[in-house]
């Protein structure tokens, strides 16, 4: 598996390095250096078109949603500075809200664009996927030795956190953390905190699942999982369930037994439905009641988040988080929820501007996954920033989703590449050509 390409060697790279950019706490920076440079690249290989080297010349449209989440992101820029206009807060606050808004939300839109027109292969994708895997699983010993052999929790935090960041666990180097709830230790790995960490061995799972090499497979696989479980998070779990066997089942939709199947099994809640609607509703409260502190103190943030929308800044939000009171364990008010957070924050301009393009987005993929394989993995990423979006502010965990993004981009690559291929064209013609070095790069 060897990068063809500039662009595909920098993404490569980048992901082997893994964990030593983490060992010196320099993953936040590299996330958002990357979404810039290459796609500062891409407009490049857009602007010069055939004058650009071959190797990384756009062989196809771009699609038309690249364009969309272009959009929406530009959207969430300018509704950070009305909102910073309306509250008066100030010159100095706007411009420091505006290099986040470069680090974070930006990210969502550079990374499909990277993907979109650069060509990038999701085998060098998945393969570098598999090897962060490889690292965590060399590693795993020493980390889930920790707390039993007397290490820190804590090793260090970078003095790279000069550049600023949310805070300094985007820095930090552990070997663990406590639970705070159950003083039980919680691996987190190369995340920020355990959550996140468990969301990203989910994806970890969805990429090694492509991957057509097996060992490499196996150690994608149970790298994945191991980061889901040692995490300890719910949210986790049920990503590692859904996110990996829902893409798989979408073609029964296609199928006529599948629905002769569902006919059945729905006629038969007529007799079972009372006992399954009983156990679904035990199985909610077990899943809420194993964090029990945690999800009082979201439930709390979300409902003070969304009173304080309407109520003071319905169009554009508040400009930024505000600190939160005891009741919330001090946790700021427009966090842990990516929804609520919008709408706290940008208002309902912020909160369509991610809502438009993710659901067209989820529309596109939907359909391409029930007919074609290539579908599944992007949908499963999809997923797995839905269920993210719901515990997590995505826009601070974007410049360690971007593996996922680019992916997403060149999905959207292969789809313009399989229409270009399907049109009707007059051999040896000028679309011809095109569609032959298509093929050609394909192939490769």
Same mark, same amino acid.
């Given at each position: 598996?060897?990068?063809?390409?500039?662009?595909?060697?920098?993404?490569?790279?980048?992901?082997?390095?893994?964990? *030593?950019?983490y060992?010196?706490?320099a993953l936040?920076?590299v996330?958002?250096v990357?979404?810039?440079?290459?796609?500062g690249?891409a407009?490049?290989?857009?602007?010069?078109? *055939?004058?650009?080297?071959?190797? @990384?010349?756009?062989?196809?449209?771009?699609?038309? @949603?690249?364009w969309l989440?272009i959009?929406?992101?530009?959207a969430?820029?300018?509704?950070?500075?009305?909102?910073?206009?309306?509250?008066? @807060?100030? !010159?100095k606050?706007?411009?420091? =809200?505006?290099i986040?808004w470069?680090?974070?939300?930006?990210l969502?839109?550079?990374f499909?664009l990277?993907?979109?027109?650069?060509?990038? +292969?999701?085998?060098?994708?998945?393969?570098?996927?598999?090897?962060?895997g490889?690292?965590?699983?060399?590693l795993?010993?020493? /980390?889930?030795a920790?707390p039993?052999?007397?290490?820190?929790?804590?090793i260090?935090?970078?003095p790279?956190?000069?550049?600023?960041? *949310?805070?300094?666990?985007?820095?930090?180097?552990?070997?663990?953390?406590?639970?705070?709830? =159950?003083?039980?230790? +919680?691996?987190?790995?190369?995340?920020p905190?355990?959550?996140?960490?468990?969301? !990203?061995?989910?994806?970890?799972?969805?990429?090694a699942?492509?991957?057509?090499?097996?060992?490499?497979?196996?150690?994608?696989?149970?790298?994945?999982?191991l980061?889901i479980?040692?995490s300890?998070? +719910?949210?986790? /779990?049920?990503g590692?369930?859904?996110?990996?066997?829902?893409p798989?089942?979408?073609?029964?939709?296609?199928?006529?037994w599948?629905w002769? @199947?569902t006919?059945?099994?729905?006629?038969?809640?007529?007799?079972?439905?009372?006992?399954?609607?009983?156990?679904?509703?035990?199985?909610?409260?077990?899943?809420?009641?194993?964090?029990?502190?945690s999800?009082?103190?979201?439930?709390t943030?979300?409902?003070i988040?969304?009173?304080?929308?309407?109520n003071?800044?319905y169009?554009f939000?508040?400009?930024?988080?505000?600190?939160g009171?005891?009741?919330?364990e001090y946790? *700021?008010?427009?966090?842990?929820?990516?929804?609520?957070?919008?709408?706290?924050?940008?208002?309902?301009?912020?909160?369509?501007a991610?809502a438009?393009p993710?659901?067209?987005?989820?529309?596109i993929v939907?359909?391409d996954?029930?007919?074609?394989?290539r579908?599944r993995?992007p949908?499963?990423?999809l997923?797995?920033?839905?269920?993210?979006?719901?515990?997590?502010?995505?826009?601070?965990e974007?410049?360690?989703?971007?593996?996922?993004?680019?992916?997403?981009?060149?999905?959207?690559?292969?789809?313009?590449?399989?229409?270009?291929?399907?049109?009707?064209?007059v051999?040896g013609s000028?679309?011809?050509?095109?569609l032959?070095?298509?093929g050609?790069q394909?192939?490769?």
């Open positions: 598996m060897k990068p063809q390409n500039p662009a595909e060697r920098l993404l490569y790279r980048a992901m082997v390095l893994t964990w *030593p950019f060992a010196i706490g936040y920076i996330g958002p990357l979404a810039w440079t290459l796609g690249l407009a490049l290989a857009l602007y010069l078109g *055939p004058a650009m080297r071959c190797d @990384l010349r756009n062989q196809v449209p771009v699609h038309p @949603l690249v989440w959009a929406g992101m530009t969430m820029l300018v509704a950070l500075w009305v909102g910073h206009l309306d509250w008066g @807060l100030g !010159l606050k706007t411009i420091k =809200s505006s986040g470069a680090k974070g939300w930006a969502l839109a550079l499909p990277i993907g979109a027109v650069l060509p990038i +292969r999701r085998e060098v994708l998945v393969r570098g996927q598999c090897v962060i490889l690292w965590t699983l060399v795993a010993p020493i /980390l889930l920790a039993y052999i007397g290490l820190p929790e804590r260090f935090t970078s790279l956190k000069v550049v600023g960041g *949310p805070g300094p666990e985007y820095f930090s180097v552990y070997f663990f953390t406590w639970d705070p709830a =159950s003083w039980t230790p +919680r691996w987190q790995f190369y995340a905190w355990s959550p996140f960490a468990a969301l !990203l061995g989910v994806i970890m799972v969805l990429f699942l492509e991957e057509k090499d097996r060992r490499w497979m196996a150690a994608g696989v149970m790298a994945g999982v980061m479980l040692a300890k998070s +719910r949210m986790g /779990l049920v590692l369930a859904a996110c990996t066997v829902a798989r089942l979408l073609p029964l939709i296609l199928q006529g599948a002769r @199947l006919a059945g099994l729905t006629a038969s809640l007529a007799v079972f439905g009372t006992a399954i609607l009983s156990l679904a509703q035990d199985s909610v409260a077990a899943f809420k009641g194993a964090r029990a502190d999800t009082r103190v979201r439930a943030l979300q409902r988040a969304e009173e304080r929308w309407v003071d800044a169009w939000g508040h400009g930024t988080v505000q600190p009171s005891h009741a919330v946790m *700021p008010i427009g966090s842990h929820h990516t929804w609520f957070g919008l709408l706290f924050v940008k208002g309902l301009v912020g909160f369509l991610l438009i993710l659901l067209v987005h989820i529309a939907l359909r996954a029930a007919t074609h394989s579908g993995l949908l499963g990423v997923m797995t920033i839905v269920l993210l979006s719901f515990g997590e502010n995505i826009e601070i974007a410049y360690m989703l971007w593996p996922g993004l680019v992916l997403l981009g060149v999905h959207l690559r292969e789809l313009n590449a399989a229409k270009e291929r399907s049109t009707a064209y051999p000028a679309s011809d050509q095109r032959g070095q298509i050609v394909h192939d490769m």
